[in-house]
């Protein structure tokens, strides 16, 4: 035992009767996140002097310190949470531990909670930790002479290295197929045509070495295949064939993802077309996912356009404001920001506009006037939408200028990016919309023009991953919702 400590408490004391200024600071910034340093200054220390100003910085660093002090002590017993977080924080806090009492000498009780870690690691099926643990174990039993340990942990090494090695290649394939998927359309093409080779070897991997980690690596790029190339049917049954294995004891309850499984079940039936099923696997799952954890808003934003493409759009519009009363709603990426205000204006595109109030009125019209979309054969589908978006607003609105103007770029849009055949849904929707002018946006004229442009949009193939189109509302109901608003009268 020794009695060495820091001099410093190494943790912020919330529940003190008389708070300290690290504890002030904590409060002050909880209650406000948008507090200035200069604020916190005159709060803290009573003027913004640079003597203050330097004291600031300090006690900044100090609160930063204990405040990263306390995730050693953060609960991850929540079943919301991905499961395998509480085991894997149990081997690390293990191997923490047992490298202090290593450098302490205490070798005793270091090899005892290193066998403990070497089990819980097994029992996880954490190839890393088990190695790590095993070779601290080896180290030991070599310092203290002990042939016959020794020559077992090297053993036990040697297998952990040859499988953690298989778990490595299984992961670098898994990521690349995982980033590439993430890509501009180009690439997530030249990635969908790398898959069959990837997943050849990723088989051979996984029956030279059965872990959870390579299954993992195979499962996730088999269901990324399919949604690259559309084939969402697929995406369910391997969504289902896992969850099996799981009832069944095959697959590791201490690391399978039953939240990522269900997500992804969620997702083939929104892109598949089967929204109304899909509304209902959401609705079960949503308690399943915790508002802190980083899938959440991906996880809405499905739930969401479920939402509207079962038009249920009361619905979407309450999903939507449960989203953006989340306190991470403004930490998201600026990519998934927009994404969500383009999802707004379709959510109240399709409402009643007596539904909205006069000021979120207003500011669709600007937001209608102002986002500008960027043409490039690569974005991810959102050129369309937002086109799209723009066209119905004004009709809504009955300015025939801007929607002349919106079919034009339309019209270009469609002879320069929307040439191959997985394109077809949006190229059809785009000639449907040609049709309005020639029909001087007369919606008995319409109906009568559209049956043909409509069976080719409702036989279209199902479009992958890696065509890039995005149905914020699918195509059928938008021109139902358009030929709603010309019967109200057309633009002027």
Known sequence: MTLRRTRQRPLL?????????????MQEVATNPEVTAIQLTKSLYGANSASNQAAMRQLRARVQDKLLNHLFFLDHSDARFLVSRRYEVECLDLLHKVTILFLEGEYTLTERLLRRCARLAAQGDFTAYEEQAMQRLRSIYAAQRQQNKYEEADARLLVLRQTLALEQEAEQIHLAVVLGSEQAVAKRRAVQLKIPAYLARLEEIYEQAPTFATFFALYRVRISSAGLAGRYDDIIAETQA????????????????????????????????????????????????????????????????????????????????????????????????????????????????????????????????????????????????????????????????????????????????????????????????????EAEFDPKELALRDKTLLATLRQAPLAGEADAEVEFIPYENLWKLILNVLRQGGPQ
Do not use: C
Not at 14 to 19: N, Q, V
Not at 409 to 414: A, D, E, V
């Open 13 to 25: 004391d919330l529940d003190a009767a008389r708070l300290g200024k690290e504890e002030r600071l």
């Open 242 to 437: 896992a969850n099996t294995l799981l009832q069944a004891g095959k697959l590791n309850a201490r690391r399978f993802d039953q939240r990522f499984n269900q997500f992804m079940n969620v997702y083939a039936h929104l892109r598949g077309r089967q929204p109304e099923a899909g509304l209902k696997l959401a609705e079960a799952f949503a308690d399943t996912m915790h508002p802190t954890s980083s899938n959440w808003f991906y996880f809405y934003e499905h739930y969401l356009l479920l939402a509207l493409h079962a038009r249920e759009y009361d619905a979407a519009l309450l999903l939507l404001h449960t989203a953006q009363k989340n306190p991470s709603y403004g930490k998201q990426r600026q990519a998934a920001l927009e994404r969500w205000e383009l999802l707004e204006a379709y959510t109240e595109l399709a409402l009643p506009a007596e539904q909205l109030p006069l000021r979120r009125r207003n500011q669709l019209a600007v937001y209608a006037a102002l986002t500008v979309p960027e043409y490039s054969r690569d974005k991810r589908g959102y050129n369309v939408a937002i086109l799209i978006f723009q066209l119905v607003h004004y009709l809504q609105q009955r300015l025939l200028e801007p929607v002349l103007v919106r079919l034009e770029r339309l019209r270009k849009y469609q002879q320069r990016h929307l040439r191959d055949a997985a394109t077809l849904r949006s190229r059809t929707f785009l000639r449907l919309l040609l049709l309005l002018p």
